[in-house]
């Protein structure tokens, strides 16, 4: 089984920025990639970036190009979500997610492995 643990999240102002971070745990030799969702209130989960354990290639939705990064440290098991320039529209559950394939799919229901979520809430 892999367990993934995220944190980072929080309440900030319009403008500003956030890391969260996603450790995991147990077989993470299965685990060829990370990436992160997000689910505002009434709304779908939806896709924010994929990051490879291996390349290091990336994925990432068209709203947050420019403004959110992801990165990994293999040594640490852990990857991160740098966002800057946040905005109200981003507020949500943050959710990191892990799979077997490097596909870096966009759908929530092609991987595998989630954590509990973190709330990240940008106030105007």
Known sequence: QVQLVESGGGLVQAGTSLRLSCTVSGRTFTIASMGWFRQAPGKEREFVSAIRW??????????????????????????????????????????????PSTVLSKLSREWDYWGQGTQVTVSS
């Open 54 to 99: 291996g390349s290091g290639r990336t994925n990432y939705a068209d709203f947050v190009k420019g403004r959110f990064t992801i990165s990994r440290d293999n040594a640490k098991n852990t990857v991160y979500l740098q966002m800057n320039s946040l905005k109200p529209e981003d507020t949500a559950v943050y959710y990191c997610a892990a799979d």
